[in-house]
T-cell receptor
Framework: KQEVTQIPAALSVPEGENLVLNCSFT??????LQWFRQDPGKGLTSLLL?????REQTSGRLNASLDKSSGRSTLYIAASQPGDSATYLC???????????FGKGTHLIIQP | DAGVIQSPRHEVTEMGQEVTLRCKPI?????LFWYRQTMMRGLELLIY????????DSGMPEDRFSAKMPNASFSTLKIQPSEPRDSAVYFC?????????????FGPGTRLTVL
């Protein structure tokens, strides 16, 4: 059974810093990996999707990498802003295409 | 596009009552997913449909839970009878069945409280 782990569980940094969120998964037979953002009391917003054949994806200040063989992904946020404060979730779509398996998330606070 | 629509947004009910959650996927999407989010367990897949057909319901916690998709634009998740441990946020998501490329789009969720 696929398991997804996110480290750290919580992170608080001053505004302007670059930061890295980590995600690991136990079964490397995945179709894709998605990073989501969830604001308190809200739904999930997809940030980036990396196909299993890709190594990274970029959107604005966000860059996500994927190392499928080692079961790892990172989300890099450049020049963090208070508006980036949210919970960031990593999810993988497994080889059985049976829906996404989520990590527990990283709760990020950017201090003004 | 209005995105994935869920109703109600909030539901408070008493133990033993029937609860029905509703979802309208994005037009043109042919895959629909129901997830549940709790503090203890995080986000978990309950069931998903492809072209209105249930593909995998192994995540449904027990027989009290049932889901239907009578057509491409509507799905329901029913809990009967409801129990306090069912309290959670229930999300519906949809995507196009194009494995490896397509994003799942999530609705705003239904926050269920069972007293």
């Amino acid at each position: 059974k696929q398991e997804v782990t996110q480290i750290p569980a919580a992170l608080s940094v001053p505004e302007g810093e670059n930061l890295v969120l980590n995600c690991s998964f136990t079964d490397s037979a995945i179709y894709n990996l998605q990073w989501f953002r969830q604001d308190p009391g809200k739904g999930l917003t997809s940030l980036l999707l990396i196909q299993s054949s890709q190594r990274e994806q970029t959107s604005g200040r966000l860059n996500a990498s994927l190392d499928k063989s080692s079961g790892r992904s990172t989300l890099y946020i450049a020049a963090s802003q208070p508006g980036d404060s949210a919970t960031y979730l990593c999810a993988v779509l497994g080889g059985g295409a049976d829906g996404l398996t989520f990590g527990k998330g990283t709760h990020l606070i950017i201090q003004p | 596009d209005a995105g994935v629509i869920q109703s109600p947004r909030h539901e408070v009910t008493e133990m033993g009552q029937e609860v029905t959650l509703r979802c309208k996927p994005i037009s043109g999407h042919n895959s629909l997913f129901w997830y549940r989010q709790t503090m203890m367990r995080g986000l978990e897949l309950l069931i998903y449909f492809n072209n209105n057909v249930p593909i995998d319901d192994s995540g449904m916690p027990e027989d009290r839970f049932s889901a239907k998709m009578p057509n491409a634009s509507f799905s329901t998740l029913k809990i009967q009878p409801s129990e306090p441990r069912d309290s959670a946020v229930y999300f519906c998501a949809s995507s196009s069945w194009d494995i490896g490329t397509d994003t799942q789009y999530f609705g705003p969720g239904t926050r269920l409280t069972v007293l």
